[in-house]
């Protein structure tokens, strides 16, 4: 199985602040990855596909990059509704896999 | 809009076998480039794939739960089914139904399917405990 690595587990930050999270995969991917956010209590949300797509109805504050093995979550100027947790998955191979997920944390 | 509906008992005892349905609405079960899917986040924890169906019947299972897993699609009623068996304490987890976007690259040395979940159910918790 692909494993993906994310860092860092935990962030703090404040609403304007620029973040970025990355995610490692243990073998090339491509840019077969995506990214989604999860807030408590709600099932997880598409924001990138194929590592830098914008999903639609996602805020243009969200972009992803990169390809390969390393990727990069970016959110600009956050948002009070920003502040969840945040998963990578590859879906280059099967099984699909998925990070340990990263909370961004006021 | 499309929107996917989890349904199921929400308690399994060990041993035994759990069944949820996800019933797809506001759009077909029979369209393409869709494959329909599971995934499961055990109380405080991150995201396992369980595995996908074309409505064509074709499956793709994770191997560390393809020897008690099956996911049927059923065309007529819109719907496709999870079952899982022999469950432990292990199993208990939230389960999301979930559409999967993408698509299959065909090359000489293979084929190679792509698709990444662009539409999540709600979830639905299942506890397993005697």
Known sequence: ?106 | QLQLQESGPGLVRPSEALSLTCTVSGGSINSSPYYWGWIRQPPGKGLEWIGYIYYSGTTYYNPSLQSRVTISVDTSKNRFSLKLTSVTAADTAVYYCARHLGSTIFRRSGTYPHYYTDVWGNGTTVTVSS
Not at chain 1, 15 to 30: E, L, N, P
Not at chain 1, 63 to 69: A, F, I, R
């Open chain 1, 1 to 106: 199985d692909i494993r993906m690595t994310q860092s860092p587990s935990t962030l703090s930050a404040s609403v304007g602040d620029r973040v970025s999270i990355t995610c490692r995969a243990s073998q090339s991917i491509s840019t077969w990855l995506a990214w989604f956010q999860q807030t408590p209590g709600k099932a997880p949300k598409l924001l990138i596909y194929q590592a830098s797509n914008l999903h639609s109805g996602v805020p243009s504050r969200f972009s992803g990059s990169g390809s390969g093995t390393d990727f990069t979550l970016t959110i600009t100027s956050l948002q009070p509704d920003d502040f969840a947790t945040y998963y990578c998955q590859q879906y280059d191979s099967y099984p699909y896999t998925f990070g340990q997920g990263s909370n961004l944390e006021i």
